[in-house]
């Protein structure tokens, strides 16, 4: 029942693009991969999922690598407002679960 | 649009004092409903989780336990608190079983047990 797993903590600079890791080198063929953030004294947002091809929302972007073992999120131009912890949890539950690690906490510094 | 709701907010207890937290969802029929807890500095863990009315299935043992009365009303409950029953509970719902399930979270209840 491997967790995912992420660094613990990143900083970057206002308006620089930012790459959060995660390794799932225990996913499955059906497993999605999954990313959602929690700001400050909040419940997690979701942020963007996909399968096996790369994804861009309006958040930002999933780039997945070719065995599926690691993905890495994208935010292209990282905001005082991207500061949050960040999520990459595991998902394949029998009734749906998402299972989640301590993820990674973001720091922007303007 | 769909929303969730959770009660209260904040809440300080006694250890050896009841609780009763409240998630309500609108908007959405017969959705999946999770409570999660967050320990200070902790990620989240999944506590329970219910596909139906009357329907509960834990995840781990302890001292809460969850109902769900109505469709899109979920409970945590605990007879008496214990101090490291302090944290961050988060409930959540989501539609379908399938991947990749895509769950919203509530605004949380913060619960500081003395």
């Known amino acids: 029942d491997a967790k995912t797993t992420q660094p613990n903590s990143m900083e970057s600079n206002e308006e620089e693009p930012v790459h959060l890791p995660c390794n799932h080198s225990?996913?499955?063929?059906?497993?999605?991969i999954h990313w959602y953030r929690q700001l400050p004294s909040q419940g997690p947002e979701y942020v963007i999922h996909g399968l096996t091809s790369n994804v861009n929302n309006r958040m930002a972007s999933l780039a997945i690598a070719e065995d599926r073992k690691s993905s890495t999120l994208i935010l292209h131009r990282a905001t005082l407002r991207d500061a949050a912890v960040y999520y990459c949890p595991r998902g394949g539950g029998s009734q749906g679960n998402l299972i989640f690690g301590k993820g990674t906490k973001l720091s922007v510094k303007p | 649009s769909q929303t969730i709701h959770q009660w209260p907010a904040t809440l300080v207890q006694p250890v050896g004092s009841p609780l009763s937290l409240e998630c309500t969802v609108e908007?959405?029929?017969?959705?999946?409903l999770y409570w999660y807890r967050q320990a200070a500095g902790r990620g989240l863990q999944l506590l329970f989780y219910s596909v139906g009315i009357g329907q509960i299935s834990s995840e781990v043992p302890q001292n809460l336990s969850a109902s769900r009365p109505q469709d899109r009303q979920f409970i945590l409950s605990s007879k008496k608190l214990l101090l490291s029953d302090s944290g961050f509970y988060l409930c959540?719902?989501?539609?379908?079983?399938?991947?990749?399930?895509?769950?919203?979270f509530g605004p949380g209840t913060r619960l500081t047990v003395l």
């Open positions: 959540a719902w989501s539609v379908g079983l399938a991947e990749p399930n895509e769950q919203f």
């Open positions: 908007g959405t029929s017969n959705p999946n």
């Open positions: 225990t996913i499955s063929g059906t497993d999605y």
